[in-house]
């Protein structure tokens, strides 16, 4: 469980967030929309730490993040596993050394140990044979499923996930989709996306958090999104066509 | 799984990166460092010759001045100059690249200390190498000036041997890699800093990395002055 209380971000004079408060349920798939430019990438590496927050509060397990040094935040960094919009492969490794790397950093696993554990996650993502490929030798879809597969390589107890499907072709965008899905419930994670994509929403979204020029301006969800009244939300959701005609 | 968590020391994989920068500055620079030693020893020496060309100066005394002035300031300097180019700009746009593609970010994501992880071994490979291939640098720059002057007809190989005897201070050496240190530490860190802190695209990356190449050197020319002035003057 994360609990996001009352936090603002500014950079310099611009503000870019405000008063935001949700709450993460453990073992659900937690989704942020909103428009492009609205302030979810930034809301992301507020909670994970990247950006330091100006105001508020962020409490994994009631534990108060934004208080802690370097050295304290480590213990939660460990149980945290993100998946950035690019993918932040490291290039100069293999695919392989990649998933390696933290279980080198942080267990006394054995060279068998890891490879196992390797390919068990790389096996999760559906990828095979590409262990020994750098990641410029891997197409955007297959990137991702990486970025995913190291993700989850510590067991995190949390996942974000920065537009895991931007850039993918529907197919692909649903079955990474559902492997997120699969994981979270399996592991009991409890796993934040930012997304735009309709149907990660309709069809994953446990609970929705919808953020409208740096505010939090609703909350629900998958059941309750389509017959929302909020007109921001409703102006985002039926942007598209089909969604439209669905509606009538 | 908790046993997954523990233990936060890897030593090994500093050292292991510690080795591989090594590698990269020291064997990956031997080229450029022995065609450049070589060609100035040879140009000092009929420079030199040049300079000093009268009946009161002894002949051996060329290979006096070449053999100093390649090992207090040509080695060390020049050296760490053509290096702060070539090992300045790949460490920005490698850290630089690292940091728009938030590469730096998922290392920190980790609960890795980014620039512990990513800076400090090439720091310390860099201060450990660079003395050594000064050293070289002004063995092959003197071997050049015996070439060069022998060839060019300047100084006979017997007069260069006795000069290159004369006089000799070995105090001198200590202070070239004394200054050798210094330089490494600054053109491995003001790179790093640089490419580590860059900000938006790949554009930036370039434009950090030729900063980077710009203030190492200045830098080490700054350091330069005040070393010599510190221990020679
Ligand atoms: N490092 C930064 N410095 C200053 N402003 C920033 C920075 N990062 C983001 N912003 C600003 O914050 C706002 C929100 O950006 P953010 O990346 O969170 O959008 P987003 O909702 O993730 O959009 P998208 O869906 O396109 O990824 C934008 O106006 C952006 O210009
Ligand atoms: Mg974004």
């Known amino acids: 469980m994360i609990e996001i209380k009352n936090v603002n971000k500014n950079f310099g004079e611009t503000s870019i967030l405000r008063d935001v408060s949700f709450v993460c349920e453990e073992g659900k798939t937690n989704l942020i929309i909103g428009g492009s430019g609205s302030g979810k990438t930034v809301l992301m590496k507020c909670i994970v730490g990247l950006f330091e927050i100006d105001n508020g509060g962020i409490y994994y397990h009631g534990r108060s993040f934004s208080e802690l040094n370097f050295t304290e935040r480590k213990e939660i960094r460990k149980e945290i596993g993100m998946v950035f919009q690019g993918g932040a492969l490291f290039d100069s490794m293999t695919v392989e050394e990649n998933l390696a790397f933290p279980l080198t950093m942080f267990t006394d696993m054995n060279k068998n140990d890891k490879r196992d554990r390797v390919n068990f996650c790389l096996s999760r993502v559906n990828l095979e044979n ?46 990474i989709d559902n492997l997120i899905m ?32 740096g505010q939090l301006w609703w909350e629900g969800d998958k059941e309750t999104v389509l017959t929302a009244s909020n007109k921001e939300l409703r102006d985002l959701v039926f942007a598209s066509k089909i969604l439209r005609e669905f509606r009538k | 799984m908790k046993a997954l968590i523990e233990k936060p020391e890897k030593f090994d994989v500093y050292r292991r990166q510690v080795v591989k920068e090594m590698e990269s500055i020291g064997f990956g620079s031997l080229g450029i460092v022995a065609i450049i030693s070589m060609f100035i020893g040879a140009v000092i020496t009929i420079q030199t010759s040049y300079n000093l060309l009268s009946p009161f100066v002894p002949l051996y005394a060329v290979a006096v001045v070449a053999r100093d002035s390649i090992i207090i300031e040509f080695s ?128 930036e990356v370039g434009k950090a990395s030729t900063r980077a190449v710009v203030y190492s050197s200045v830098a080490l020319l700054v350091a330069d002055y005040v070393l010599t002035q510190i221990f020679l003057a």
């Open chain 1, 182 to 213: 699969e994981i979270t419930q399996e592991y009991g994670i409890t796993t934040l996306i930012n997304t735009h994509d309709m149907n990660s929403v309709l069809e994953h979204g446990d609970k929705i958090f919808f953020i409208y020029k």
């Open chain 2, 76 to 203: 060390p300097t020049i050296i760490c100059l053509v290096l702060a180019g070539k090992v300045g700009s790949s460490i920005a746009s490698e850290l630089g690249t690292m940091r728009v593609t938030e590469q730096i970010d998922a290392l920190e994501i980790m609960g890795i200390n980014a620039s512990g992880y990513l800076v400090l071994p090439k720091i310390i490979a860099a201060v450990i190498i660079l003395p050594f291939i000064v050293v070289l640098s002004m063995v092959l720059g003197i071997l050049g000036g015996l070439i060069g002057g022998v060839a060019s007809g300047v100084i006979s190989a017997v007069e260069f041997a006795h000069g290159l005897q004369v006089r000799f201070v070995p105090f001198n050496v200590t202070f070239a890699l004394t200054k050798t240190v210094f330089f490494a530490y600054i053109i491995t860190s003001v790179p790093a800093f640089h490419g580590f802190y860059a900000k938006g695209s790949a554009l």
């Open chain 1, 130 to 175: 590409v262990n020994k490929k750098f990641p410029s030798e891997l197409s955007g879809g297959m990137k991702k499923r990486v970025a995913i597969a190291r993700a989850i390589v510590m067991n995190p107890k949390y996942l974000f996930c920065d537009e895991p499907n931007s850039g993918l072709d529907p197919q692909t965008s649903i079955v």
